[in-house]
C-alpha cells in the first residue's frame, strides 16, 4: 500500500490562506507584525494536516540547531524558577531549552551531560556557576559554544564573557545595616559552606556590613551545615551572652523557618530576643508566624538578561525592549560580571 504523501509548507500555506513567508513566520516564533488571526488559521491548518517540521534537515540548513542548553544545581526553590522563567523568555527567540541538573556536581553526571550538549550542537548554553566545573566548561567553549554564567563569582575571563550575577553581598550588607538600626549588639550569619560562591558573597557582604561597628557588635559566622539548625542556635545564644535582641542572618529562608520552628519550641521570641532574615522570599516566608523578612529574587529581571546576552552572541537580532534593556543595565558590569540588586522584604521576624 502507498504511503499518502507528508503535508510540507507549501498545504499549509495554501490551507492557511497565507504565504509560505508567512508560514515559516509562525512556525519559528519570529518577531514580525502578525495579526492573532493570522497566527491563529496558521495554527489551525497545522493541526488540521498533521503537518511536522523537519527538523533536522532545516537545522543543517540553518547551521542552527535552535537548541539551548541549561545546567542548575537542582531543581528546587530559585532554580526551578529560574528555569521557568528562561525556557518562557527564549521560547520568544523561537528557541528550545533543555534543563540538566548537576546533581550535586557528580562527575559522572556532568561528563553525560557535556558529551549530550556536545551530540546536540547546541547554539548556546547558560549554566549556574556551582553547576559545572572549569574544566568542563571551558571544553564547551572550546568548541566555540556562546556561553552566560548566572551566579558564578570569580569566574576568569578567558572562560566566561559575562556573568549575570544576583548581589548577594550588597544584600547581605542591607541585612546586617537594618539589624543594627533594630538595636541589635549581637549579629550571626548561620549559613552553608556547601552553598561555596554564594555563601562567600553572603559573608563578604556580612563583615563588609560590620565595617563601622564590628568593635562594638558581637558577631560570628556559623556554618549550619556543620552544628545542626539546635547547635546553631545554641552557638548564638553562647557567643550573644546577654545581649538582646539577637540578629540571625540566614543563607536561606530555609534555614530561617527551622531556626524560627526551634525558637517557638524553646520558648525563645521573634523577633524580642531574636530577630531573623532569610534569602530567596519563598512563599513559607510571608505565611510563617511570625512571617519572615527575606530577600526577592529577581528572577524575571535576571533571566531577561541572559536571555538577550545570549541572543546576541548567538547573533540573533534584538527587538527594541530586549535592546533597550542590555542598553540599561550592560553599563553597570564591573569586569566581566553583572551584578544585579535584590530587594529587601521587611517582615515581623526582624521588626519589634
Avoid at 90 to 109: E, K, N, T
Avoid at 120 to 126: I, P
Avoid at 206 to 218: C, I, N, P, Y
Wanted: hydrophobic share 40%; glycine share 8%.
Amino acid at each position: 500500500m502507498k504511503r499518502s504523501k507528508q503535508p510540507t509548507i507549501v498545504d499549509v500555506a495554501s490551507e492557511a490562506g497565507v504565504s509560505i513567508a508567512t508560514v515559516s513566520n509562525v512556525l519559528n516564533r519570529r518577531k514580525v507584525p502578525m495579526l492573532p488571526e493570522t497566527i491563529r488559521k496558521v495554527e489551525e491548518a497545522v493541526v488540521r494536516l498533521g503537518y511536522r517540521r523537519n527538523v533536522m534537515a532545516t537545522n543543517l540548513s540553518r547551521r542552527r540547531s535552535y537548541e539551548l542548553g541549561l545546567i542548575i544545581p537542582h531543581f528546587g526553590g530559585y532554580y526551578g524558577r529560574f528555569a521557568e522563567k528562561l525556557e518562557q523568555k527564549v521560547h520568544s527567540f523561537g528557541y528550545h531549552l533543555s534543563v540538566f541538573s548537576a546533581a550535586g556536581m557528580d562527575p559522572v553526571i556532568e561528563k553525560r551531560h557535556l558529551e549530550h550538549l556536545l551530540q546536540r550542537r547546541v547554539d548556546g548554553l547558560v549554566s549556574h556557576g556551582l553547576a559545572m566545573s572549569m574544566e568542563s566548561t571551558q571544553q564547551l567553549v572550546g568548541e566555540g559554544t556562546p556561553l552566560v554564567i548566572f551566579n558564578g563569582w570569580g569566574w576568569p575571563s578567558e572562560i566566561v564573557k559575562l556573568a549575570v550575577n544576583l548581589d548577594f553581598a550588597k544584600a547581605s550588607t542591607e541585612a546586617v545595616q537594618h539589624f543594627l538600626a533594630n538595636g541589635c549588639r549581637s549579629i550571626i550569619y548561620a549559613g552553608r559552606r556547601k552553598g561555596m560562591g554564594a555563601n562567600e558573597q553572603r559573608i563578604q557582604g556580612f563583615m563588609a556590613g560590620l565595617r563601622d561597628d564590628a568593635k562594638s557588635t558581637v558577631h560570628a559566622l556559623l556554618d549550619a551545615g556543620e552544628l545542626g539548625i539546635e547547635g546553631t542556635l545554641e552557638e548564638a545564644l553562647r557567643i550573644s551572652g546577654e545581649q538582646r535582641p539577637i540578629g540571625i542572618y540566614t543563607f536561606n529562608d530555609a534555614l530561617a523557618l527551622e531556626l524560627l520552628a526551634v525558637c517557638h519550641e524553646r520558648g525563645i521570641r521573634v523577633p524580642e530576643d531574636v530577630q531573623l532574615i532569610g534569602m530567596d522570599n519563598e512563599l513559607f516566608s510571608k505565611a510563617s508566624f511570625p512571617s519572615i523578612t527575606s530577600f526577592e529574587m529577581p528572577v524575571d529581571l535576571q533571566t531577561s538578561l541572559v536571555a538577550a546576552i545570549l541572543m546576541r552572541q548567538i547573533g540573533e537580532d534584538l527587538d527594541v525592549e530586549n535592546t533597550q534593556l542590555l542598553d540599561e543595565h550592560l553599563p553597570r558590569i564591573h569586569g566581566h560580571e553583572l551584578f544585579i540588586d535584590l530587594e529587601m522584604i521587611v517582615r515581623k521576624s526582624s521588626t519589634t
